[in-house]
């Protein structure tokens, strides 16, 4: 095999030499240095920046919402109830 001119690759792994440096220099990294109150708060601002990103329903989409819910669940108490109904009935018929 020949290596194109100017790699930076090593030929033992395989990858270039910048990529090696970076992973070492990151072993500690920002959560090294962070006792756990720090990574804790860091923990709850990175919540608080995703619930901003959040695009929360209007009053009309969530009472829509759960009115398809609502008659969801409805239908299908409905459902088994009838079909828990039916067994019953088939289980008494079999074994008397």
């Known amino acids: 095999m020949t290596e194109a ?3 930076t690759a090593t030929p033992e792994s395989g990858r270039p ?3 090696v440096a970076a992973k070492k220099a ?3 990294g920002k ?3 962070k006792g756990p109150f ?3 708060a860091l923990f709850y601002r ?3 920046a995703e619930l901003r990103k959040v695009v929360w ?3 009309s989409q969530l009472t829509t919402y759960t009115t398809v819910v609502i008659v969801f669940v409805v ?3 409905g459902l088994v109830t009838v079909i828990d109904y039916g067994f019953s009935q088939a289980v008494k018929y079999v074994f008397g």
């Open 57 to 59: 329903p209007s009053r």
């Open 46 to 48: 990175q919540v608080v």
């Open 5 to 7: 001119l100017g790699s």
């Open 38 to 40: 720090g990574r804790l």
């Open 17 to 19: 030499d910048d990529e």
């Open 75 to 77: 239908i299908m108490i």
């Open 31 to 33: 959560r090294g240095k």
């Open 26 to 28: 990151r072993r500690g």
